[in-house]
């Protein structure tokens, strides 16, 4: 069945723009609901929208051999991401966030090597060090500590979901990636629900615009984010669709601009273009160029963010 290049266009085109503004509104909802309240509440709404239509898009159970690493998925790539990822955009802009996030791929790259045994070569080598140099520069262009130990904090989000797609790599041999991101955001909400009393007070105290920051955040970049990427990465190869993603961090900076008057500053810009080349140098040595079948289920692919 062939599907229009039209409609898996805007699926990944979607996918980019949803999970570009995610960063400012996490900026919004972090100020009215605090790191814990709005780490629980985004994933409580994405869990809770994927179990709606997880029947309709033939969402299976997973086999209980599979719970340990989707566990792990989980705790990395949901939990520890949403609550470091919130910590870090207490004091650095949505759009420097994007750029320090952007550097995830390197950390996925890495432990590829380290426990999979692939190799590490000269490239990769290069374009691990040119995006940590970048990172160095974001880190300490804020001229404060509380910006540096801020931006440090994102970047340990990075790491974590860098893990979180490394670990996601056996699951997606047997899984779908929506699939997978379902189990992933099910079980990161039940590693957070020793937050849910305070997020509850939390909530009810916050502000209008943070509630309706945070409903946007599970309900579009969370959920909508998860199914526009399973489609539009079982259409194109792996390359093109990750090659898109490029584009979240200068978009970020876009909306953020637009919508909280946020700009990093001109050193933040020159790290985060640093860190960037890093990352499209290990990209354009390890994308395989492979052209991508036509799925057998409505969603397949690998899971991102």
């Not at 810009?269 to 860190?275: F, V, Y």
Request: proline share 6%; charged share 10%; glycine share 8%.
């Amino acid at each position: 069945m062939k599907h229009p290049i039209s409609l898996r266009l805007t699926s990944l085109v979607s996918t980019v723009v949803l999970w570009a503004s995610a960063f400012p509104a996490i900026r919004v909802g972090v100020d009215g609901l605090g790191v814990g309240g709005l780490s629980f509440w985004r994933l409580a709404v994405a869990s809770v929208a994927l179990a709606v239509v997880s029947p309709i898009l033939r969402v299976r159970l997973p086999d209980r051999r599979d719970l340990p690493l989707i566990a792990l998925c989980a705790f990395t790539g949901m939990s520890a991401y949403q609550l470091l990822l919130n910590w870090g955009e207490v004091h650095v802009s949505a759009g420097t966030a994007s750029l320090l996030i952007a550097t995830a791929p390197v950390f996925s790259v890495l432990l590829a090597s380290i426990f999979l045994g692939e190799r590490l070569s000269a490239t990769i080598v290069a374009g691990t060090v040119t995006a940590l140099a970048g990172v160095a520069l974001i880190a300490y262009a804020g001229g404060s500590s509380k910006v540096t130990t801020s931006a440090l904090v994102i970047l340990m989000a990075a790491v974590v979901q860098g893990v979180y797609h490394f670990a996601t790599k056996p699951l997606l041999k047997r899984y779908t990636g929506l699939e997978v991101a379902c189990y992933a955001m099910w079980a990161g909400t039940l590693f957070l629900t020793p937050l849910a009393p305070g997020a509850v007070r939390d909530l009810l105290q916050a502000p209008t615009d943070a509630v309706v920051s945070t409903l946007y955040l599970g309900l579009l970049p969370s959920a909508l984010g998860f199914v526009t990427w399973g489609y539009a990465v079982a259409r194109y190869t792996i390359a093109q669709s990750t090659a898109a993603l490029y584009l979240v961090p200068p978009l970020a900076i876009g909306v953020a601009f637009v919508w909280l008057g946020e700009i990093p500053g001109p050193v933040e810009l020159a790290g985060g273009l640093i860190s960037m080349a890093g990352v499209i140098l290990i990209h354009r040595h390890t994308a395989r160029p492979a052209v991508v079948p036509e799925p057998s289920s409505p969603l397949l692919g690998e899971a991102e963010r």
